[in-house]
């Protein structure tokens, strides 16, 4: 019954989204105000049927309902109750749900937060929205519905698969889901603004935001699935360039780039019709991502083939959909304007040098994702596109990126000048070569590697402060922490991003160079040295798990012959699937992880243990997150929260303040509305 | 090939050995060898012994394994993964290294047995030109655009002076700026 429900809410659902899809939209285009108003009130319609649905999903998860095929396939009922909620999105159907509850919820949202705009906007913005969610609530009800019954009821389920089994899995497609999602606000402001033709700073302003959060969420989302693979995977890896995370990876790298050429929009008015281009491409990307991700299609051509019904929707609906958002693009950007003027050697001619950067990288990553899918179903070969690839693409391209990354912040906006700006830079260029030149010594050994990653790192730390103190030094009287207090939180969310890049390459760097690694038989009592440490191993006893059986090592950390800590590091038989795991035991540092993993037994209770010392590796995350606090800062400007108030006054400033007060444009709009 | 998990075999051995383990002590054993562990002078620890037998070629093998694929696993490479394929084939590639043969000599072997697909940096050859070659041309196509672009983007936006009126404007604004800043 319950099932049947959550069907039936996401019929209901389908038909407000329909509603949503059209309505309002021609609404808008004929000054119908009945229609244009629907908007909201469906919005929200759609919401409360799609959590019924998803509720109903959860519902049947939870009170193993193996009489559902989605359930007996991916869930068990020994299996721990945190962890059947979790299923609910560990399998295609349920994800794809999850998508388009998601979907809803930032419909929502923009319902919500968006008092302040032209209703004829939200109508817009909300009905393309409501489009991509027709799009998905059919490919769910047409070829992947989470609810289908298996007759008769399977008795017990199949368990949900163990390396998902785990608290970062559970939080980490949520997380990736809110990113890609978010993205779809990005397209559908654009899309609206092309339907519209009403693109000004003032659209940029609207838009923004909204793209920053969803940014903020993919980050995130990427960091918990890298800090997830290395603790669960058991080798200690964290990115291994796999056609799963390339497909998570390509919406943050164009998502970035948007980010920034939004800020030249709204700043500067320029790069309008590219700015929409790129959230055109950002949010395809995230469709793709999730359908890549989803169908199958990755892990061989040929599965995919056998079931054509998805295969061929997919295709379908991204073409419907990119190609129908190309064309509009195609159609309508020309007329959009030019937006000011600037020179080569300009801010802005930087951050669109730093784009294009960010975009060829995305262009390749996706190239060597999808090269040995197109090369396999032309039958030209079967080739492995790996790290080897993607490094030696990737590095040559994000050289000159973090290059620009600490020209830009220091450029003028409309024109800068070289000699002014390498004068500027020289101590900082200077103190980041001696640093990355030294650096290595201080880690115990010299590399060329690790003093060319030192070398990017420092160069934005330095850049950095040499723009702190040139902003301090231009913003007139009072002490230091008066000056500090006056500047934007979006100037310090920028730096505090980059600062992330700078921190994310020192963990890169030095992990990848000093890294040690050691895969020893260990005796009961026998004991390995390793960074100062040493390992002592008391053997490995039988535990069993709510759901497996597993053998858990007992070792004790030595530094200088006392005891700091026990590592438990565990190798599971999960009960129903009868998948081995490996469960790492780790000690994190500032300075650097301890990993063991618990190898092959041997005889006389010995084990084949690896022991690794991992300097600097959590540097990776932690540099993820101050990219995304940053984000997060930068969404709770000053200026966002007061535009409520000064709506007036800010289009008027738009109107004619801008192209005049040239390179204090933020603080003077700042100023005026204060 | 299809890539089923070969964890079958791996998880017989695994609970074999978790039996014999049960076979060989009996509890009081375990515990007394327990605290003869626990008890013994750290001088009694001995250093533990690593897998490889010879670290040189142990280095050299991973560095290879590691661009090589394990073709039963998903996405994993030869030195990542611990299916018993990805254990045999190292044992094969340490084999040959011991019979002093060249890294490009076990690469070629093992192409020859598996196909390109077991190699993680695709071979340059007519059918991969694109691959290697697409990012250069998205490079200099981009920004032979984006060249174009601006300049004639400079060309079309010719901005009309100020008048005498927006200068005055402009500096009210200015000043204006400049008092809310002091």
């Known amino acids: ?674 | 090939m299809n890539p089923v998990p070969s964890f079958e075999p791996l998880k017989n051995s695994f609970q074999q050995k978790i039996f014999s383990l049960r076979n060989i002590f009996s509890t009081k054993q375990f515990i007394l060898l327990l605290a003869l562990v626990l008890l013994s002078p750290l001088s009694w620890a001995e250093e533990a012994l690593p897998v490889a037998e010879d670290p040189a070629i142990e280095k050299r093998m991973l560095a290879l394994s590691e661009d090589l694929r394990c073709l039963v696993c998903q996405n994993e490479s030869l030195a990542g993964s611990r299916a018993d394929f990805a254990n045999d084939l190292r044992r094969e590639i340490r084999e040959q290294l011991k019979a002093n043969k060249s890294d490009q000599e076990i690469i070629d072997f093992l192409v020859s047995r598996y196909g390109d697909f077991v190699l993680y940096k695709p071979p340059v050859k007519p059918a991969t030109y694109l691959l290697w070659g697409g990012p250069f041309v998205f490079l200099l196509t981009g920004a032979g655009i984006l060249f174009f672009y601006l300049k004639r983007r400079r060309k079309q936006i010719e901005e009309p002076p100020l008048t005498e009126e927006q200068h005055r404007h402009a500096e009210t604004l200015l000043k204006e700026n400049k008092g809310n800043n002091a």
């Open chain 1, 1 to 674: 019954m319950i099932p049947e429900l959550g069907n039936f809410a996401l019929i209901l659902a389908l038909l407000l989204a329909v509603t949503q899809g059209t309505l309002p939209i021609i609404g808008a285009a004929h000054g119908i105000h009945s229609w244009i108003a629907l908007a909201r009130p469906v919005v929200q319609g759609q919401f409360v049927f799609l959590a019924i649905a998803f509720g109903c999903l959860a519902y049947s998860f939870v009170s193993n309902d193996f009489s559902v095929l989605n359930v007996a396939r991916n869930s068990n009922s020994e299996l721990p109750i945190q962890y059947r909620i979790a299923a609910s999105w560990g399998s295609h159907e349920g994800s794809l749900l999850l998508w388009v509850f998601m979907l809803s919820a930032w419909s929502v949202a923009v319902s919500v937060f968006s008092r302040h705009l032209p209703d004829e906007m939200v109508a817009r913005v909300l009905g393309v929205m409501g489009l991509v969610s027709v799009g998905f609530i059919l490919f769910l009800l047409v070829t992947s519905n989470p609810f289908d019954r298996l007759f008769p009821a399977a008795l017990e389920g199949s368990d949900l698969n163990p390396l998902l089994q785990d608290p970062g899995m559970v939080i980490h497609p949520p997380m990736l889901y809110m990113g890609y999602v978010g993205f779809s606000v990005a397209f559908a402001f654009a899309i609206a603004a092309l339907i519209s033709g009403q693109m000004d700073a003032a659209w940029a302003r609207w838009s923004r935001p909204w793209t920053t959060v969803a940014w903020v969420f993919l980050t995130i989302g990427i960091m918990l699935g890298s800090w997830w693979a290395y603790y669960e995977l058991g080798w200690g890896g964290w990115w291994f360039w796999d056609p799963v995370e390339n497909a998570s990876f390509l919406p943050w790298l164009v998502g970035t780039a948007l980010v920034h050429s939004l800020a030249v929009t709204e700043k500067r008015g320029s790069f309008k019709s590219w700015t929409v281009l790129l959230a055109i491409c950002a949010f395809s990307l995230s469709l793709l991502g999730t359908f890549l991700v989803r169908s199958g299609v990755l892990t061989s051509v040929h599965a995919f083939a056998t079931d054509p019904a998805r295969g061929v929707f997919i295709l379908a609906f991204l073409v419907i959909v990119i190609g129908s958002s190309l064309l509009l693009f195609a159609w309508r950007a020309p007329k959009v304007g030019l937006g000011g003027k600037f020179d080569l050697v300009s801010r802005e001619s930087m951050l669109l040098a730093n784009n294009l950067l960010l975009m060829v990288a995305a262009g390749s990553v996706l190239l060597g994702t999808l090269y040995p899918l197109i090369m396999d179903s032309l039958d030209l070969g079967k080739i492995s596109v790996g790290p080897p690839y993607f490094e030696a693409v990737f590095v040559p391209l994000m050289t000159p990126a973090i290059f620009l990354m600490g020209l830009g912040p220091l450029a003028r906006w409309k024109q800068a000048s070289l000699p002014e700006l390498m004068l500027r830079l020289r101590w900082a260029f200077g103190v980041s070569v001696i640093t990355a030149l030294l650096m290595p010594f201080v880690m115990g050994e010299w590399k060329p590697l690790v003093s060319f990653g030192l070398l990017l790192a420092f160069w934005i730390i330095a850049t950095i402060f040499v723009s702190i103190r040139q902003r301090l030094h231009n913003s007139g009287q009072g002490g230091l922490f008066t000056k500090l207090a006056r500047q934007s939180r979006s100037y310090y969310s920028m730096h505090l991003a980059h600062l992330g890049i700078a921190i994310f390459i020192i963990g890169v760097t030095l992990v990848n160079g000093y890294e040690t690694e050691k895969d020893v038989r260990m005796e009961i009592g026998s004991t390995v040295t390793m960074g100062g440490y040493t390992f002592r191993f008391n053997g490995a006893s039988p535990v069993s798990g709510p759901n497996y059986q597993a053998m858990r090592g007992d070792i004790d950390v030595l530094r200088n012959g006392e005891k700091i800590r026990v590592m438990q590091p565990e190798k599971r038989t999960y009960n129903a699937s009868g998948m081995a795991m490996t469960e790492p035991a780790i000690d994190t540092g500032l300075l650097r992880d301890l990993y063991v993993a618990m190898g092959e037994p041997l005889e006389n209770g010995a084990w084949v243990v690896r022991v690794y010392h991992k300097p600097f590796v959590d540097w990776i995350w932690f540099g993820c997150l101050l990219m995304a606090f940053g984000g997060i800062l930068a969404v709770t400007d000053r200026r966002y929260r007061l535009k409520i108030h000064s709506k007036h006054v800010e289009t008027a400033a738009v109107a004619d303040g801008k192209r005049v007060a040239n390179n204090n444009t933020g603080l003077a709009t700042g100023g005026r509305k204060a």
